[in-house]
């Protein structure tokens, strides 16, 4: 079966305490404090955002995936808090398996409260039930062990560890593939 990718009108979605919307060009400044921010990014191999144009670049390519299907993500919010922080989506689908990676980050300010967890659980519920996914991957590195968690609390599965497998910033990095298919929540 092939995934459902019409992400028009786009899906609000909410949890217990969070409202994941789409990123708005308002959203500008808290995208740009995310993906400047090193603490943030340190376990990204992309670039710091280095001015709003850059983050405004961003949040273009996001709305571009969005309008082809190539890919999803929304702005997490606090109920009550209509303020951006955090993004989260799927990324890279591959429609012909079924298949989407996960991908999220937060500001630090928010870590430690489980957003990103409840975040995620959300992911998984939109991806296995609107987008008709049979299998969904997170591609973290190693030494990001808060993420594993985030993965490991959702049921997500270490499938690999590649080693050296990606070249970013002049060095050979390691990667770790974890799965969730979707009969994983069923049994």
Do not use: C
Not at 30 to 36: I, K, T, Y
């Amino acid at each position: 079966m092939m995934p459902d990718l019409n992400f028009n009108p786009f899906p609000e979605l909410q949890t217990q305490r969070l409202v994941l919307r789409p990123i708005l060009d308002s959203d500008v400044e808290a995208v740009f404090a995310l993906r400047s921010n090193p603490e943030v990014m340190k376990f990204v191999p992309r670039p710091l955002a280095k001015t709003l144009d850059d983050a405004r670049a961003h949040i273009v390519m996001i709305q571009d995936k969005i309008s082809s299907g190539e890919g999803i993500n929304w702005a997490i919010t606090r109920k009550g808090h209509p303020e951006l922080i955090g993004i989260i989506g799927h990324y890279r689908i591959q429609p012909e398996h079924s298949r989407a990676e996960i991908g999220y980050m937060m500001l630090p300010q928010f870590h430690g409260n489980g957003y990103t967890t409840e975040a995620v659980a959300e992911m998984v519920r939109f991806g296995f039930q609107k987008m008709q996914l049979h299998s969904i991957e997170a591609i973290i590195d190693p030494a990001n062990v808060a993420s594993a968690r985030v993965l490991e609390k959702n049921k997500f599965v270490k499938e690999a560890h590649l080693r050296e497998n990606q070249y970013y910033d002049g060095r050979f990095l390691d990667t770790v593939i974890y799965s969730l298919l979707k009969k994983d929540l069923e049994t």
